[in-house]
């Protein structure tokens, strides 16, 4: 593995494009996004925290009621939690035109809407005993967002309003949902979920630049040498683009199409505001984990690679695997996939549904949309018609 160090250390770079393919994130962005994002688009907003069972402070924004909606009836709308997906945040929901933005959407269609922050992002970089700058603060992965960012989250929205929630989740975000429900997690608290780009299954990723870094080790040798945080700054991403360039396989004139697969309704607008705000900031041992899980093929826990490591935290020898087939079958979900997403692959999506394939038939709604790719059901101009009004439609049902 030694011989890939150099080129691992570089090649890694590559996956900065998930979130931010031709620049780093520009470091003048207001981090309040309340004030810089919704209440300058006129619509009211709030600033929530709040804290994990393992002392992460979370931030959660919350748009009450729309543009011309009524403060008196802010109790009587039916809360929806928006998540974000991996080195994106909460901003991913807002940067849109109101009409087309889903956090904005839901609020001028009489919905509470709540915007999730995952930790380590800027929102969210607290804690209780630990600085961001601490190893130790980046030791977790997307099984601890399920275990205790999503439960925290769900029950602050639920004592906030009363009320069962409806969940919106892309990409990590739906992976996180789907292993707490086959874990019965949740369920009281859920009134209904839609899953966009949904990721859990991880063998079929086409994408060149997550291939290679995921045969090659990259993540693995960022964590051995001390990169908790991802992705690194300064330096390390300066090589970015001649690395991304240079590699055979790769298609340097649209780099995030390399990566997500080709998003067809991305306006140059939107595209500007999302590399803004992009990157945000993961822990390198999560993408560590997701690399396992392309490897293996499985949708299973940390694997310690040591069977005695695995042991101590497992008690068995190699990692547990979540069964997706487990989820109750009485749970109303929404999901909707693309055809040219290359990390959220039609092969992949279609193992997933083959667990739920007993699912009520009443309360499941797939959508299949040809065109779309891994950021289109965010940040597309005609989302608003392809997903969003058939969603907002099941919501009404459940």
């Known amino acids: 593995m030694m011989k890939y160090y150099s080129a691992s250390i570089l090649l890694f770079m590559a996956l900065v494009c998930v ?18 994002l ?5 619509y009211p907003c709030q600033e929530h925290q709040v804290i994990t069972k393992d002392g992460y402070i979370l931030g959660l924004q919350r748009i009450p009621y729309g543009r011309y909606g009524d403060k008196s009836t802010m109790h009587k709308r039916p809360p929806v939690l928006l998540q974000h997906g991996l080195t994106l ?6 940067l849109n035109p109101p009409n087309q933005a889903l956090a904005f959407m839901l609020a001028d269609k009489g919905f509470d809407v709540w915007v999730a922050n995952t930790r380590g992002t800027d929102s969210s970089r607290g804690h209780r005993s630990l600085s961001a700058n601490d190893p130790a603060y980046w030791e977790w992965t997307w099984e601890q967002l399920a275990a205790y960012d999503l439960p925290a989250m769900f029950n602050y929205v639920n ?5 069962k929630l409806h969940y919106v989740g892309h990409s990590l975000g739906t992976l996180t949902l789907l ?32 291939r290679v870094a995921t045969q090659t080790y990259m993540a693995e040798q960022f964590y051995i ?12 991403e300066q090589t970015m683009q001649t690395v991304l360039c240079i590699h055979p396989g790769v298609e340097c004139y649209n780099r995030m199409a390399a990566v997500t697969g080709p998003n067809c309704c991305i306006s140059p607008s939107s595209l500007a505001l999302y590399y803004r705000h992009t990157p945000q900031s993961t822990s390198t041992k999560n993408v560590v984990h997701l690399s396992q899980m392309i490897r293996s093929g499985t949708v299973s826990s940390f694997d310690y690679t040591l069977p005695l490591t695995n042991m101590q935290h497992y008690r068995q020898s ?30 992949d999506v279609k193992i997933l549904l083959n667990d ?15 065109e779309y790719a891994h950021l289109d059901f965010v940040f597309g101009w005609n989302a608003n018609q392809k997903v969003y009004d058939p969603m907002l439609a099941f919501f009404g049902r459940h």
């Not at 919704?38 to 006129?42: A, D, I, S």
């Not at 004592?159 to 009320?163: A, H, I, P, S, V």
């Open 19 to 36: 979130a931010g393919c031709t620049q780093a994130k520009d470091l003048g962005v207001d981090s309040n996004i309340c004030k810089s």
């Open 38 to 42: 919704v209440e300058t688009r006129g």
């Open 89 to 94: 945040d909460a901003a991913s929901w807002l």
């Open 159 to 163: 004592k906030q309003t009363g009320q």
């Open 179 to 210: 292993a707490a429900l086959s874990q019965q997690k949740l369920r009281n608290l859920l009134r209904s979920a839609a899953l966009l780009s949904p990721i859990a299954h991880l063998s079929h990723v086409s994408t060149p630049l997550v």
């Open 225 to 236: 040498h001390g990169l908790r945080e991802f992705p690194p700054l300064g330096q390390l």
């Open 318 to 347: 190699t990692p547990p695997v979540y069964n997706m087939a487990k989820i109750r079958k009485d749970i109303p979900l929404f999901i909707s996939f693309g055809g040219r997403d290359a990390l959220s692959d039609v092969n």
């Open 356 to 370: 739920l394939k007993n699912h009520d038939k009443d309360k499941f709604v797939v959508q299949y949309i040809n």
